[in-house]
């Protein structure tokens, strides 16, 4: 592999990143992946399925993410979405009893600077 070409950005389970949602289109790139950078300070690495608990946790938190909001693009998020979520803030649902489940092929490996892979395991959804 020559320094041009890029590596394969990975998961937490080391495996190469799968995108995670295409509609609505997430990440911080809003490329459908759970890819990260520096500039992505919320680390929004975390692939989700949302819930009607963890919205209302969210919105409670300060993060209204249901109210759509089409000045920005931002259709508002519905339980069942996929969604690339700040891996701190699902670290903080998790610690409340309000974690959405996760899917680990989608979830960035960067996720685990926050989160630790057991907790991460315990909401799986693509773990057979």
Not at 60 to 87: I, K, V, Y
Request: with cysteine.
């Amino acid at each position: 592999m020559t320094e041009q070409q890029e590596q394969p950005e990975l998961n937490v389970l080391g495996e190469p990143l799968v995108p995670c949602a295409l509609d609505p289109i997430t990440g911080f790139y809003r490329d459908g992946s759970c890819r990260t950078c520096e500039e992505d300070t919320g680390s929004h690495t975390v692939c989700v399925e949302l819930t009607a608990e963890f919205l209302s946790f969210s919105r409670a938190a300060g993060n209204d993410l249901s109210t759509p909001h089409p000045e920005f693009g931002f259709p508002g998020l519905r339980p069942g979405d996929r969604w690339c979520l700040c891996a701190p803030r699902w670290q903080e649902a998790y610690e409340a009893g309000a974690a959405p489940r996760v899917f680990l092929l989608g979830t960035h490996a960067g996720a685990l600077a926050h989160v630790d892979l057991a907790s991460l395991k315990e909401f799986a959804r693509d773990l057979s």
